[in-house]
């Protein structure tokens, strides 16, 4: 972890013994065989659950994730007994959005959060004024001021500048480029000066940024900081044992979280951390990586491998995770209840071999973000790639005849492909107008992957007895 990030331990409240500090929400801990790991804010002295809940995967009652299926309806009863089960096992931190959920995350969060009381939870959102149409300083305090009418809460305790580093775009074609459109959200409408006096009123007690894009716009960031113009209390980042130093590999407009979390380490500014599985496919491995893992660490599921990753690194403030299910609820209780941290030897396997190897594999680097959507012609972006890569990890691809899996490959894939995604929402309706391209922080080429994907369904289509 280097120097920088020893010399944190004491900036964000570490026991470099066992990583552990009581936690007061829950009590004893029935699901981990400790205690919920805790992490010090250093500005507030807030103790933060290690493991914190995204909120844009909220539980819907048909069963799927409120980000992937826009029309499901939240289920709040099954959202309240998250937040119930999280809450009294430690998690204390629950970040959302007003655009998350299709807009519908920071109302359930309110109901289901408002029934605890208020010191037993931090809440985070952010000013999430992406279209140039919502860049005036009217348009973006009337978003700021609705989250605390739908939170229910009087102080945010966490908000972001929500994914600085991007580009935008509006209707009539005219772009923005990335210092362009940081200006035009929260400088030159004074927005950010006007939410810095809100901090000192006490509405906000943590001011921080989210990155995605351009490092450029990080570095800039970070240079108001050490000028003391704003400072900075926190900072979200994209960080896993892919991205630590792959991310170029998989995107040349990414940047190595190695490089983004050790200029925050210099600075004692803590990192949250957000997609920890990148976009689930951490959690899901084909079976010639998940076998080394297992062959190691037999009880572990493969997502905890990831986790534990992270957590390792002392600056890590708190990990976000968008969790539907009340069994990955559990399961990521389980593993940071208390944190075992990676040794050297696990962090070699993960950052080099595994990391390596799953950068060879042909999957689309989507991590189902759905800033791509909507898309104008109305294709599922996000779970066509999705079917692809779960088709991919599961040996379920193949357009060779002679591979004597290639039938019953054939029928999963199109079958899956069908059930899963309308005919109307495929990749052969894609035209190729390029518009999702400009909203992509992973900077995947879109229509290239989907006309790839679709040669695959037609290929398979063909060879249909």
Known sequence: MGAAAAATLASCGVDSKNDK????????????????????????????????YGCMRLPTKSKTSAREDKQAEIDQDELNAHVDFAIAHGINYFDTSPVYCQGRSEHHMGIALSRHPRDKYFVSTKLSNFSPSLWSREESIKMY????????????????????????????????????????RYFDNGILDFLVEEKKKGKIRNLGFSYHGDVKIFDYMLQLHDEEKYKWDFVLIQMNYVDWKHAKEVNPNNTNASYLYEELAKRNIPVEVMEPLLGGRLASLPSFLSNKLKAERPEDSIAAWSF??????PNVLTVLSGM???????ENIRTYSPLEPCPESEIRLLEDTIADMLLNFPSVPCTACQYCMPCPYGIDIPSIFTHYNNCLNEGNVSVNTMDPKFAEARRVFLMGYDRKISKLRQADHCIGCNKCKHHCPQGIDIPAQLTRIDSIVEELKRTLD
């Open 308 to 313: 534990r990753h992270i957590g390792t690194h």
């Open 145 to 184: 001021e609705n989250s605390f009418k739908e939170l229910q809460v009087d102080v945010i305790d966490y908000l972001l500048l929500h994914s600085v580093g991007g580009t935008a775009s509006d209707d009539s074609g005219r772009k923005w480029d990335s210092m362009e459109t940081l200006k035009g």
């Open 324 to 330: 539907t299910y009340m069994e990955n609820v559990k």
């Open 21 to 52: 500090t009581n936690a007061s929400q829950g009590g004893a801990n029935k699901v981990g065989s400790g205690e919920m790991t805790m992490r010090t804010t250093p500005t507030t002295g807030d103790k933060v659950s290690l493991l914190g």
